[in-house]
């Protein structure tokens, strides 16, 4: 047991002393998960995959190649935020679409909403598209009434693209 808390804490440690887009090169993330065989699935303070900071910050090789060591592709932190809200959020289509094709829950709401309602508030239309075509629910929001629902987001963000989507 000591030994598996000592992994951790040289886990931690080696994600925490290196700069982000440091861990996230493809090279430097083979080299953590290969050669010091770090786990895949590996948490920050945040609670945060490697993969969910793949998605944040755009490396979509990266992204492929911890989908392909066998990351979790429906990994949430403590907030139930999930890959997906992140690749919603950002508006990264084709990250959405290699998730949702993985089997990632759709509708999963963490505490600030849907995958669906991040896209539809920041405008991403055609985020807002794959979502509804692979079965996104608009009239789903989070677990909390002061949660708007997708297309109130996209009206209060003036989202008329997505709110036409949304409509339909």
């Known amino acids: 047991m000591r030994l598996k808390s000592l992994h951790l804490k040289m ?16 090279n430097v993330c083979e080299y953590l998960i290969e050669t010091l065989k770090l786990d895949v699935d590996f948490k920050d303070k945040k609670g945060q995959t490697p993969l969910y900071n793949a998605i944040s910050s755009g490396q979509l090789d990266t992204f492929a190649y911890l989908l392909e ?38 509708d999963v709401a963490c505490t600030s909403g849907t995958a669906l309602l991040f896209a539809a508030a920041n405008g991403h239309q055609d985020a807002v598209k794959v979502l509804l075509d692979h079965g996104a629910n608009p009239n789903n929001a989070a677990n909390s009434d002061s949660i708007p629902k997708p297309l109130m987001a996209a009206i209060e963000f003036k989202s008329w693209e997505c709110m036409e989507l949304l409509l339909q």
């Open 69 to 106: 060591k066998g990351a979790n592709a429906d990994a949430s932190d403590d907030k139930n935020y999930t890959p997906l809200h992140c690749a919603a959020q950002t508006g990264r289509t084709k990250i959405i679409t290699l998730l949702l094709s993985r089997g990632v829950r759709v």
């Open 11 to 26: 886990e931690e440690d080696l994600f925490m002393l290196l700069p982000e887009e440091e861990i996230l090169s493809l």
